[in-house]
């Protein structure tokens, strides 16, 4: 079974910088697409980054250029290093284990789901 566990989150200041990291177990991050998302309150999930099995990413056009999604493929873990951070990425960040090794726009193909980390960012 695919299990992934999210840590990493916490409250920072407007500006600060949080890594989150996103350790799997029955999966390998580098030969699918793995992905973060995240969920405010009263909105709904919204994709932040993804990553293929070829290393290519994409991002959320509120995040590009502040937040960067990455793997080490030894720790079989994904990481999403998040800086100049804003009250507005305030939300519940959860990382999820994608079906193929191309990443798609359906958040269906997203199989597998972590219990996610809370970022609180505050003015």
């Known amino acids: 079974a695919v299990n992934l566990v999210e840590s990493g989150g916490g409250s920072v200041q407007a500006g600060g910088s949080l890594r989150l990291s996103c350790t799997a177990s029955?999966?390998?991050?580098?030969?699918?697409?793995m992905g973060w998302f995240r969920q405010a309150s009263g909105k709904e999930r919204e994709r932040v980054a993804t990553?293929?099995?070829?290393?290519?990413?994409n991002y959320a056009r509120s995040v590009k250029g502040r937040f960067t999604i990455s793997r080490d493929i030894i720790e079989n873990t994904l990481y999403l290093q998040m800086n100049s951070l804003v009250p507005e990425d305030t939300a519940m960040y959860y990382c999820?284990?994608?079906?193929?090794?191309?990443?798609?726009?359906?958040?269906?193909?997203?199989?597998?789901w972590g219990q996610g980390t809370q970022v609180t960012v505050s003015s």
């Open positions: 029955g999966y390998t991050v580098s030969t699918r697409c």
């Open positions: 999820a284990a994608g079906e193929y090794y191309y990443c798609t726009l359906y958040v269906e193909d997203f199989t597998s």
């Open positions: 990553v293929d099995a070829h290393d290519g990413t």
